[in-house]
């Protein structure tokens, strides 16, 4: 049983936008996960309203589609990083050993302090990297 499950950009967008290619896919894996808390970072939020802006909606139904898609669950975990300098120095270990883009290696770095190894992602570099970062995928 999966506890608690880090939530990237990738997968919230598919969950959230109705014509998205993997739409069906995000709710499906989340319908098979009811007891499971979703965590995410304002990182994957500020990322979610930025992909959705391209959307060309107005603020109003961008941050309503916020609201009903991640806010109003129940399951919902907000987690962060610590802001300390050695969470810097470990987030920049992460991104110098991984072969990850700079926002992925936060992410990761995000769910390393959150204790969270498994993460919902459709994001093909953390699903071919899965062994090296010791992560799961949902």
């Known amino acids: 049983m999966i506890g608690r499950i880090y939530v990237d ?59 009903d898609h991640i806010l109003d669950l129940e399951n919902l975990e907000i987690v962060s990083y610590e802001p300390a300098l050695s969470s810097l120095k470990e987030y920049l270990e992460v991104y110098s050993s991984m072969g990850l883009k700079p926002r992925d290696s936060l992410h990761l770095h995000i769910m390393r302090e959150n204790m ?12 071919s990297k899965k062994s090296k970062l010791e992560i799961k995928i949902v």
């Open 9 to 67: 950009s990738s997968f919230a967008i598919a969950s959230i936008v109705d014509n998205h290619e993997f739409h069906e896919m995000a709710k499906s894996r989340i319908d098979k996960l009811p007891n499971a808390r979703l965590c995410f970072s304002l990182l994957t939020i500020d990322e979610v309203i930025n992909a959705i802006k391209r959307y060309k909606l107005a603020q109003s139904k961008i941050l309503k589609a916020v609201r």
């Open 116 to 127: 969270l190894d498994t993460i919902a992602t459709f994001d093909t570099d953390f699903i």
